[in-house]
């Protein structure tokens, strides 16, 4: 860095309005953790804080929780800084993501604003060269999470915190607020996977193009006891049940399928080693029928009694 220092600065001059021009977490909650603020509170910042000389005092380029920390517990105590003056938009931003790295991985939406900070600092042309040598994935695997920070604030934490898969918060963006709210609700109250919610998504998706209602009404009209409020203790067994209900109602011909299927299967008789199973979803008439072997000798001796059936 060019004409870099470290100096001590009043806290007060490090509060300007556009504090968290450059900061990843700019699209969350700008509370700082506990475990962050008892950690100032204890030992004071053990990581300056980087800024860089603004024409009315000081810009914060990275630290802005650890700040925030120092506000949280009333502290006036002027802030060692570390202040620096960029040689290149290239090496400062380098330099935001590995502040960053070296706090924990960029979460999606993090990286969403990192990369939103790329497009905004340098031509367009150079964005995906810079993309790449920072080493945070593929331009266009990373470039397709942009819409994430269109979200609300509670599912941008959500997805920060990994509740909520990114992949589900992509398709959230293209549904009204109400509802990405309301399923990302749902999903923090029965603890769904990240496939799970995908697949919650994608199944109620289809029942209100069938049905022509909305998820709010779906849900209180079809699916009531599922609601957040109505959740019982036992949530994974309310997830399970969930799943299953939206499942049948999204594929009433292959839940028919599979309850047909467990019926002729439990009147066959299968031995204990023996498993029955058929394909995805039914989209073949195909089964498949498993047999287990104590050993090799086992099964050579039954194969010797059905493999002129098998012919």
């Given at each position: ?24 977490h700019r699209d969350l909650d700008s509370t700082p953790s506990p475990e ?30 650890r700040i925030q920390a120092l506000l949280t517990i009333k502290s006036h ?171 049948e109602a999204s594929h009433p011909l292959s839940s028919e399928a599979e ?53």
């Amino acid at each position: 860095m060019k004409n870099e220092s470290f100096q001590t600065i009043a806290l007060k001059t490090l509060l300007d309005a556009d504090g968290d021009r450059f900061s990843l977490h700019r699209d969350l909650d700008s509370t700082p953790s506990p475990e962050l603020v008892n950690s100032v509170k204890r030992h004071g910042l053990l990581h300056p804080p980087i800024v860089m000389k603004a024409a009315d005092g000081y810009q914060v380029v990275c630290g802005r929780y650890r700040i925030q920390a120092l506000l949280t517990i009333k502290s006036h105590q002027d802030v060692l800084c570390r202040v620096i003056e960029p040689a290149d938009k290239e090496t400062f931003l380098s330099l935001i993501l590995e502040d960053q790295r070296l706090c924990g991985p960029l979460s999606a939406i993090m990286t969403a604003r990192f990369v939103k900070l790329v497009d905004r600092l340098v031509p367009e042309s150079a964005g995906d060269d810079i993309i790449k040598q920072c080493n945070i994935g593929p331009c266009g695997q990373v470039r397709r999470l942009l819409p994430l920070l269109t979200l609300e604030e509670s599912i941008r934490q959500a997805i920060h915190h990994g509740s909520v898969s990114d992949r589900t918060g992509l398709v959230l963006c293209s549904m009204t607020p109400e509802d990405r709210i309301f399923f990302c609700d749902l999903f923090m109250a029965l603890g769904l996977n990240k496939n799970k919610q995908k697949q919650l998504v994608d199944m109620c998706r289809v029942l209100t193009v069938h049905t022509g209602k909305s998820i709010k009404d779906l849900f209180h009209e079809d699916f009531s006891e599922f609601l957040p409020k109505n959740l019982p203790a036992n949530t994974p067994q309310a997830a399970a049940r969930l799943m299953r209900a939206v499942h049948e109602a999204s594929h009433p011909l292959s839940s028919e399928a599979e309850k047909h299927f467990h019926e002729q299967k439990k009147g066959l008789g299968l031995p204990a080693n023996c498993s029955l199973s058929h394909s995805p979803a039914f989209e073949k008439d195909q089964v498949t029928l498993s047999i287990d072997f104590i050993n090799i000798a086992e099964m050579n001796r039954v194969w010797k009694v059905i493999r002129h059936h098998l012919e």
